[in-house]
């Protein structure tokens, strides 16, 4: 099993920054990547950001130039910075981690962090 401890999220005003944390502990094995999604209620969840192990990115179209994915491979920690926060980026935050395991592929989730954008 893997453990993903999430922090950073809060309320913060529109054009504020925010930075997410995501630590994962347990039976790391093979990741493939690391990344964020975010959901608000009564939506479907939706990626922000991934980053593989060897440091590629993919950032949905509404926060590109305004997020930044980074991780720790030594500590299996990913962050997100997120700059430029609009009130549209409201949501409920979660850490992923997809990795492989002998002959299986598995995806872990975190609990989810709150963040929230006055405007």
């Known amino acids: 099993q893997v453990q993903l401890v999430e922090s950073g999220g809060g309320l913060v005003q529109a054009g504020g920054s925010l930075r997410l944390s995501c630590a994962a502990s347990?039976?790391?094995?093979?990741?493939?990547?690391m990344g964020w999604y975010r959901q608000a209620p009564g939506k479907q969840r939706e990626l922000v950001a991934t980053?593989?192990?060897?440091?590629?990115?993919n950032y949905a179209d509404s926060v590109k130039g305004r997020f930044t994915i980074f991780r720790d491979n030594a500590k299996n920690t990913v962050y997100l910075q997120m700059n430029s926060l609009k009130p549209e980026d409201t949501d409920v935050y979660s850490c992923v981690i997809d990795q492989t395991e002998g002959r299986l592929r598995n995806r872990y989730w975190g609990r989810g962090t709150q963040v929230t954008v006055s405007s």
């Open positions: 980053i593989t192990s060897g440091g590629s990115t």
């Open positions: 347990g039976s790391i094995f093979s990741i493939n990547y």
